[in-house]
């Protein structure tokens, strides 16, 4: 069962413009959510986090929005640049008497057009 | 580069062999996980340490996988007598605690023919 889940594979958008992807959760326990990026053969690399007493946080170009009554997050990238092609992953963890240990969802794949 | 380090960067084995991939975290990083991940997949946890300690293990990680973190600094993960389904991306993380976010290493090819 899918405790993280990134219901869009695929995310097309024109440079310039704002994209937007989407993350659900299920486990009421997660606490602190984070968006990595990743592109082919490379490792995630960590872009933006939030914690659950947040309903927003903003760095640079990325903010994500925390819904937690809809155990629902969200990644708005603005603008959009050809090199923010990539693999997003959602991911979260339950930090509070637990390990810490991130779950992922299984991505989407954003291409920015110039 | 002070980032995460993983060794070999790519293996190619043949099924039945043993293969050991290492992991050096960010020097001041207490916590050092291993994640796999398979195509169209997202990063599957594996297992962590906190120092030397390994603290959980996911059901994931059978009895022909192993992993130490001697001494809590590098890591090393071991898959005996490989299995073609071994066959992934195997990553390892760091992070300074359980609050911080985790870094991960650029990941370890593994292809079992």
Redesign the interface.
């Known amino acids: 069962d899918q405790q993280v889940k990134q219901n869009s594979p695929s995310l097309s958008v024109q440079e310039g413009r704002i994209s937007i992807l989407n993350c659900d959760y299920t486990n009421s326990m997660f606490d602190y959510f984070l968006w990595y990026k990743k592109y082919p053969a490379e490792g995630p690399t960590f872009l933006i986090s939030i914690s659950s007493i947040k309903d927003k946080n903003e760095d640079g170009r990325f903010t994500v929005f925390l819904n937690k009554s809809a155990k629902h997050l969200s990644l708005h990238i603005v603008p959009s640049q050809p090199g923010d092609s990539a693999v997003y992953f959602c991911a979260a963890s339950e930090r509070k008497g637990s390990q810490g240990n991130l779950i992922f969802g299984k991505g989407t794949k954003l291409s920015v057009k110039p | 580069d002070t980032g995460?380090s993983?060794d070999p960067r790519h293996k190619i084995t043949k099924r039945g062999q043993n293969v050991t991939f290492r992991c050096d975290p960010i020097s001041e990083h207490n916590?050092l996980?291993w994640?796999r991940q398979t195509l169209?997949?997202?990063?599957?946890?594996l297992t962590?340490f906190q120092n030397e300690a390994q603290?959980?293990k996911s059901r994931l990680l059978s009895d022909r996988f192993s992993a130490e973190r001697p001494k809590g600094s590098f890591s090393t993960l071991e898959i005996q007598r490989t299995e073609q389904g071994d066959s992934a991306m195997y990553?390892c993380?760091s992070?300074a605690?359980?609050?911080t976010?985790?870094?991960?290493?650029?990941?370890t090819?593994l292809t079992v023919v």
């Open positions: 995460v993983q916590r996980y994640y169209g997949q997202g990063p599957e946890f962590y603290l959980e990553l993380a992070s605690g359980v609050s976010e985790a870094f991960f290493g650029q990941g090819r």
